[in-house]
């Protein structure tokens, strides 16, 4: 590392006030990097850059890379940390070869328009919290699942046309006609039954209740892009 940062045209030198590796830079003041040094990706080394960055211009991780490339470093995620915290991360192969896998002057990063829009939309069409954080083994209750049990609980009282359940579910002509869940049935040009399967589901979930002044303007003005 320190042959790495001489080549860039720093004077490093190793084990300088509890630092790894210290490389000061030509000039009045010096640019001044620090480099944290350990065989894998892990938090410690995190945790020294953080505790470093109040005393240095830069900071850099450096990792020994992993010989089937399926290390921490190589995971998308762990470039994006580093980014985001201004971290520098480097990697060393078998050969010593040293590669710089995030750069300190990176720009920041990127919001993406579509996927935050996406969130703000299902969380607001979702009625209340209906799905725990972290569950893997259920269904997630979306506002697309909220809506279909709606209209499965309105047709289990006798089949009906899309108009007749929209003011339980503004999305019903559009449910019904996708089918996603296999609960409806078309039994006559305009009008849909409920199948085995949808009887099922309300057996399985209770039907959401709307809130007493009616769907938001979320739900009625719904994103075509809805996923169930």
Known sequence: MKRFLE?????AKGEVGGCDVVALGAGEPPIVVVCELKLTFTLDLV????DRAGSCDEVWLAVRLSRRGRGREAD???????R???FGLLGVDA??????LADPSAASHRRDPRRRSRLVEEHRRRLGDPAAGGSTRQPIMTAHRQQSLACAAALNDGPRRPRDLRVVAPDAAK???RNVYGWFER???G???LTDAGREALRRWPPPEREPDGPSAAAEDSAAEDRP
């Open 187 to 189: 039994v006559e040009r």
């Open 191 to 193: 009008v849909y039954g």
């Open 7 to 11: 080549g860039l045209g720093f004077a």
């Open 175 to 177: 449910l019904l006609l």
């Open 47 to 50: 945790l020294q850059g953080v």
């Open 76 to 82: 998308a995620r762990v470039r994006e940390l580093c």
């Open 95 to 100: 050969a010593d070869v040293v590669h710089i």
């Open 84 to 86: 985001r915290l201004g």
